[in-house]
């Protein structure tokens, strides 16, 4: 499946975390019917961060359910080394990691490939942007996080900004995936700062029309796009 990424656009992928979790199947599908371009899943352990969601399991059940959808895997998760096969196995199109949560990126980012998925990795926002210099090579796009990974319906932190002007001056094709507290009130600040992978939460799953929600936000980043110098 080709990844929702590449080619200087604006890809929405609305995080599920804060939907009806007993509904999970209906809610994605709801979300890829209002106009999503992939599909943000949050896995915690309890342990990277203070919350337990879901893990392979489930991405097996929802596999079959909404065929043809790109499932971009939050692993949220302490040695994320351990769940790369489970999750392949399971049916992930590809694997973030957070690089505060591993010894080695290099090989976990070879572990992901070689298990078929794309390897994505992202930051908390107290680490530093330029540990993700040496990787950026190596990965499809890199996360920044703009609220502490934990919880959905968090503050946008909008001093995370500088670190993805950082990124887009220096890799002017990178895909660059902002995640936390990202709403229209707040998505002019990733737009300006040259973010290309949206992840919305609360924003869209609340939203009374999740269509318009994504549209609106879709068209601000793409305006931002198209205003940068080739
Ligand atoms: C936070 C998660 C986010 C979050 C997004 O730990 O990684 O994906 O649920 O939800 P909102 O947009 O509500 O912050
Ligand atoms: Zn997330």
Known sequence: MAAPCGGKKCRIGPSILNSDLSELASECQRMMDSGADYLHLDVMDGQ????????????????????????DMHMMVQKPEQWIQNMADAGANQYTFHYEATDDPTTCIRKIREAGMKAWVGIKPKTAVDVLVPLVDLVDMVLIMTVEPGFGGQKFMADMMPKISFLREKYTDLDIEVDGGVSPSTIQHCADAGATMIVSGSAVVNSENPKETITYMRDIVNQAIQKTPA
């Open 48 to 71: 990277f961060v203070p919350n337990l969601t879901f893990g392979h399991p489930v991405v097996k059940c929802l596999r079959p359910k909404l065929p043809g959808v790109f499932f």
